[in-house]
């Protein structure tokens, strides 16, 4: 088990960036995948960006080019680095490791 918590969301304008953060409770050096998911009104949870171990990284083909997903083990964080965002980014965003989920930290993409 590992406690996650989430921070950096917030109001931002088109084409602006925000970088997420997620923070283990523990040490993430051994966990294989961490991911970013994110949940819209009315939508489903869905898959971001995931990131494993050896820090190969995946992402949902709406943000491919556009966000980065990092880790640094010696921190216990994994990061989103979002940029050129939309308002369809617009959404609370939700880091995931070991089956236990972050409560979320909301981005607001709107002029």
């Known amino acids: ?10 109001l931002v304008q088109p084409g602006g960036s925000l970088r997420l953060s997620c923070v283990a409770s523990r ?5 294989a995948v961490m991911g970013w998911y994110r949940q819209a ?18 992402y949902a083909d709406s943000v491919k080019g556009r966000f980065t997903i990092s880790r640094d083990n010696a921190k216990n964080t994994v990061y989103l680095q979002m940029n ?12 995931k490791a070991c089956g236990s ?3 979320g930290t909301q981005v607001t993409v709107s002029s």
């Open 27 to 31: 040490s993430i050096f051994s966990i």
């Open 84 to 95: 050129s965002l939309k308002p369809e980014d617009t959404a609370v965003y939700y880091c």
């Open 1 to 10: 088990q590992v406690q996650l918590v989430e921070s950096g969301g917030g």
């Open 101 to 103: 989920w972050g409560q």
């Open 41 to 58: 009104p009315g939508k489903e949870r869905e898959l971001v960006a995931d990131i494993t171990k050896t820090g190969f990284a995946s």
